[in-house]
């Protein structure tokens, strides 16, 4: 057992949790979870300047099982909290090419912040999310208070689960991240994952924005 599983069975546990006891955010709750997944194979643009954990299946390394299991689950997490906090429980139509312009978009900004900036792996992808969320939020702008609230919640579920990891693997963060390159802890947790968990909640919580005609404004 090391400190990344067992933090997987703190999200898997509650992605089980939500999808029992908030049926109307089921689908919301799959579709959050498949569209995380994909970002999981960056981790191999993490090791081992940003991080280097030790995983439980060495067989596919750099790839690994637990980053996607926690991609499967911090998506399904965020889209449900959002789903209750929007009362949004039904998803229209889904327009694939939006959804393939989002995977686009993503990819392609974190390929810029990753290899034409001094940024670390985890902050390209956090400043590739930021700016989409920026360009989703600006049409809907009564979003933004939820949009937020999500953020907020998932971020103090992301701290939470650090510390409970801390508790049962001391010290485990200064073995698993590189904290000389790293911006400083808070609250025992890396500011980097901080501010992936806030800013990830924030912009699932317009995915039924990304699944329509109003992704990037378009009609």
Known sequence: MTAFLLGNIIFISVWV?????SPKTRKLQLLGSL???????????????????PLFIKAIEPLSIET??????????????????TKTFKLEKVRWYNL???FVSGFILFAIFKFFTSLNAMNSLNFAFLIIWLVLIVFNLK????????????????????????LFFPGFVSDY????????????????????????????????D????R????R
């Open 17 to 21: 949790l939500l999808f029992i006891f």
């Open 35 to 53: 569209l995380l997944i994909p970002f999981g194979f960056l981790d191999v643009f993490f090791r081992p300047d940003y991080w280097n954990p």
């Open 68 to 85: 996607l299991l926690y991609c499967f689950s911090a998506g399904g997490i965020v889209a449900a909290v959002a789903g209750n906090f």
């Open 100 to 102: 393939l312009l989002f």
């Open 143 to 166: 979003a933004v208070t939820k949009s937020l609230s999500t953020g907020l919640v998932f971020t103090i579920l992301t701290i939470v689960a650090v510390n409970i990891g801390l």
């Open 177 to 208: 991240w590189n904290l000389a390159k790293n911006w400083p802890l808070f609250l025992n947790t890396p500011a980097e994952e901080i501010f992936f968990a806030g800013i990830l909640g924030a912009l699932w919580t317009l995915l039924p």
């Open 210 to 213: 990304l699944t329509t005609e």
């Open 215 to 218: 992704f990037f404004g378009l």
